[in-house]
């Protein structure tokens, strides 16, 4: 089980964190990925965080603004998320890969998280 929070109304340039909590019977080692979906729009890839942390991935379009972390003794994961543009507002899902293939398209996640909503006004 995967929960997500930490979303809100943040101006624009603004910086929010979320956090994705992993529960009950996890792989020993998963890739843990984030997706956004915008109203009207599909899902997209945010980025992507490796079991060791030491692979990250990231979309274009947040590379240099978003940051990806985990504390796996927590088994959570966060996104910082920093530069916020209205273009960023978007129902965020966290996403968990039991095979840690640190895949861009939601087809490689098995398990996702209820999402977080995150708005940015001008």
């Known amino acids: 089980q995967l929960q997500a929070c930490g979303g809100g109304l943040v101006q624009s340039g603004g910086s929010l964190r979320l956090s994705c909590a992993a529960s009950g019977r996890t792989s020993s080692s998963y890739a843990l990925g984030w997706f956004r979906q915008a109203p009207g729009k599909e899902r997209e890839f945010v980025g992507v965080?490796?079991?060791?942390?030491?692979?990250?991935y990231y979309a274009n379009s947040v590379k240099g603004r978003f940051t990806i972390s985990r504390d796996n003794a927590k088994n959570t994961v966060y996104l910082q998320m920093n530069s916020l543009k209205p273009e960023d507002t978007a129902v965020y899902y966290c996403?968990?890969?039991?095979?840690?293939?640190?895949?861009?398209?939601?087809?490689?996640?098995?398990?996702w998280g209820q999402g977080t909503l995150v708005t940015v006004s001008s």
């Open positions: 965080i490796s079991w060791s942390g030491g692979t990250i």
């Open positions: 996403a968990l890969d039991p095979s840690s293939r640190l895949g861009g398209t939601s087809r490689y996640y098995r398990y």
